[in-house]
């Protein structure tokens, strides 16, 4: 499974909108993906302060991947394309490239945002 920002949030933080049933899931799986422009989206908002973070978005990134042992999918040329190529079914680019990611993993979405599901992805809540 890839983790969108939001479920990122959510496990960091402790958040039940990731429920238990998620949590445990992805427990038991041998990887656990997040999209590099996470952290950009992460840090947009700490910048905006819309975000508090207890360190920079990158260290905060960092250890999170660390502790939950995450895989980092990189923004390369490919992903971007892929994510250019999208339908428009959903106009936040750092959404597209979690899907384009997903979609290049054959992976299921760990998200509350229904629109990925219009992409042929399976979303997990």
Known sequence: ??????????????DRRLTATTRARLGTLPVRWFCAISTFEIALKQADGKLPLPSAAQTWMEEVAE??????????????????????????????FIIAAALRLAVPVVTIDQKFA????????
């Open 67 to 96: 502790r939950y042992a995450l895989t980092e999918v990189v923004v390369d040329s490919a992903l971007c394309a892929a994510a250019v190529a999208l339908p428009m079914h959903h106009r936040d680019p750092c959404d597209r």
């Open 118 to 125: 219009a992409y042929g992805v399976t979303v997990v809540a």
């Open 1 to 14: 499974m890839i983790l969108d920002t939001c479920a990122l949030l959510f496990l960091a933080n402790g």
